[in-house]
């Protein structure tokens, strides 16, 4: 889990939507969304480097913000190596 203190005051649906966009556009393959509640069992092997757990998302007075996220810590970095190798050879 992350916890982060913001400036500008935000709600839960902005954070996942946020997180939403980015796992659809820039992160897509990197960071995907859960919608379903789930155990880290679930995510062996799983190619993300993060599984945001939207269910989960907490703000505390519009300023402090919990997200929550599952990864499988080896398989996400071997991943994240291969796709760095694909671009360092291309």
Same mark, same amino acid.
Do not use: H
């Given at each position: ?27 897509? $393959? ?11 069992? !679930?995510?062996?092997? !799983? ?28 398989? $996400? ?11 360092? $050879?291309?």
């Amino acid at each position: 889990d992350l916890v982060v203190n913001v400036k500008k005051s935000t709600t839960i649906e902005e954070i996942n939507k946020l997180f939403t966009e980015a796992a659809k556009g820039a992160y897509k $393959g990197i960071l995907t969304i859960d919608e379903e509640q789930k155990v880290s069992m !679930d995510f062996r092997t !799983d190619p993300s480097s993060v599984i945001f757990v939207n269910d989960m998302t907490k703000v505390v007075d519009g300023k402090c913000i919990k997200i929550m996220g599952w990864y499988d810590n080896e398989w $996400g970095y071997s991943n994240r190596l291969v796709d760095m190798a694909v671009r360092i $050879g291309a």
